[in-house]
Nanobody, 125 residues
Framework: QVQLVESGGGLVQAGASLRLSCAGS????????MGWFRQAPGKAREFVAAIDWSGVRMIYADPVKGRFTISRDNAKKTVTLQMNRLRPEDTAVYLC??????????????????WGQGTQVTVSS
């Protein structure tokens, strides 16, 4: 199994940038495709971005395309979400997740078997 811990959240103004990190421990992170999701109060968990085990293939949700970038460093066991030009509607708890199945460009949170505890991102207008 893999354990995931997110960091890097905070309170920023609209237009600013944040860099979220997800650190993995336990089973090697390169066994997993990784995803970032977010959840705002009273809303369903929402797909943000995903990256395959090798770091070659990525997918993004439409609202973040061109602003967010997902990357990974398997040697350091980390997955990063670089968030630029943040908007108030990006405010949410951001969670990283791991999927051990074959890469299928899944945006469904039920495809991911392992989750971190989340990090809060708040964007003020």
């Amino acid at each position: 199994q893999v354990q995931l811990v997110e960091s890097g959240g905070g309170l920023v103004q609209a237009g600013a940038s944040l860099r979220l990190s997800c650190a993995g421990s336990g089973r090697t992170l390169s066994d997993y495709n990784m995803g970032w999701f977010r959840q705002a109060p009273g809303k369903a968990r929402e797909f943000v971005a995903a990256i395959d085990w090798s770091g070659v293939r990525m997918i993004y949700a439409d609202p973040v395309k061109g602003r967010f970038t997902i990357s990974r460093d398997n040697a350091k066991k980390t997955v990063t979400l670089q968030m630029n030009r943040l908007r108030p509607e990006d405010t949410a708890v951001y969670l990283c997740a791991a999927d051990i199945t074959a890469w299928r460009e899944s945006k469904d949170p039920t495809s991911y078997g392992y989750w971190g505890q989340g990090t809060q991102v708040t964007v003020s207008s």
